[in-house]
């Protein structure tokens, strides 16, 4: 099949590489622009852009796939399916119409539950057992197409937003050729999401990733993991009269009691409103992310100290 492919992060990578490797055409890759990237800040392609050329392929990097130059850009290729992962952007119905079968997204959750831009992320927060991946049919609205083809995951106790990343990115990437193989064959039955159970993966904000001890371990364990590795949950611990912002990168629920954010053993065992966590993981500012033992030995923290 002729496709086009749209995709920005690493996530999305695999799946390029599965399209490429099940021997379709890739007429054009699009990605974000070239963003500010490492502790240079200077403009570095998205790892799709950066897979793409490597791989001897047109890329483009418009600001916005509405500018009616770039609708007929897309027309013109020609495609028989535009595949989409990760791109960041909302198309619009001119582009999702172009290609002569439509356009496919792979999606990190089991829709209609964590529709929108954070799926990996608010599954763990939320404290979900399950999540998966699914190929849908795109329409305008956001990620309410009929789904394709799924595969569910379960989600471990230390599950990370990364680990839970890097174990759904090739489950996915092999799904998308099974979808479109099927496509062409007219054997892929479609099914319309459930209308119970919507529920909305909004971005990120930065404010949720400051830890506020006055939470119960549950909801503090989550909210870690689910914020590793980027932007990280974060809280701060005096030194002298310095604040020093600690990320904390993984954890784990344990037994423990004292006021909120109180350090109650020389391990990282922190109170919180109701019950403790233990931070596992933990990464000071302009340092290397490192597990509790090696932390504390450069930057130990005794029983009673209280964090911020």
Not at 48 to 61: C, D, E, I, K
Not at 129 to 143: C, I, K, W
Not at 246 to 264: C, D, F, R, Y
Request: a neutral charge.
């Amino acid at each position: 099949m002729r496709l086009a492919f749209l995709g920005t992060p690493d996530f999305a990578v695999p799946s390029l590489a599965e399209l490429i490797a099940a021997g379709h055409e890739i007429a054009a890759v699009y990605s974000q622009p070239p963003a500010p990237r490492g502790r240079g800040q200077a403009l570095r392609p998205s790892p799709v852009q950066a897979f793409a050329q490597t791989n001897g392929l047109p890329t483009r990097t418009p600001a916005s796939m509405r500018d009616p130059a770039e609708i007929e850009a897309f027309a013109a290729l020609d495609l028989d399916a535009a595949v989409v992962v990760a791109f960041g952007q909302i198309l619009p119905a001119a582009v999702l119409e172009a290609p002569r079968l439509g356009a496919f997204n792979l999606h990190a959750s089991l829709l209609p539950r964590w529709r929108g831009a954070a799926p990996i992320q608010r599954a763990i927060m939320a404290g979900d057992a399950v999540t998966g991946v699914q190929v849908m049919r795109m329409t305008e609205g956001l990620d309410e197409g009929p789904i394709l083809l799924s595969e569910t995951v379960r989600i471990d106790a230390l599950e990370t937003a990364g680990s839970l990343y890097e174990r759904l990115a090739p489950i996915g990437a092999h799904l998308l050729p099974r979808a479109l193989a099927e496509l062409e064959r007219g054997a892929l039955r479609e099914t319309a999401q459930a209308a119970d159970g919507v529920t909305y993966a909004k971005k990120i904000r930065p404010s949720e990733a400051r830890i506020d001890w006055t939470k119960s371990a549950g909801f503090v364990d989550r909210r870690i993991r689910g914020l590793s590795p980027a932007p990280g949950a974060w809280f701060e611990c005096r030194v002298d009269d310095r604040l020093i912002r600690i990320k904390a990168l993984l954890s784990t629920v344990e037994e423990g009691q004292g006021a909120p954010g109180q350090v109650l053993d020389d391990r990282l065992l922190i109170a919180c409103g109701k019950g403790a966590v233990r931070i596992l993981r933990a990464q000071r500012e302009g340092r290397s992310a490192q597990g509790a033992d090696d932390f504390l030995r450069g930057f130990p923290i005794s029983a009673g100290v209280g964090l911020g």
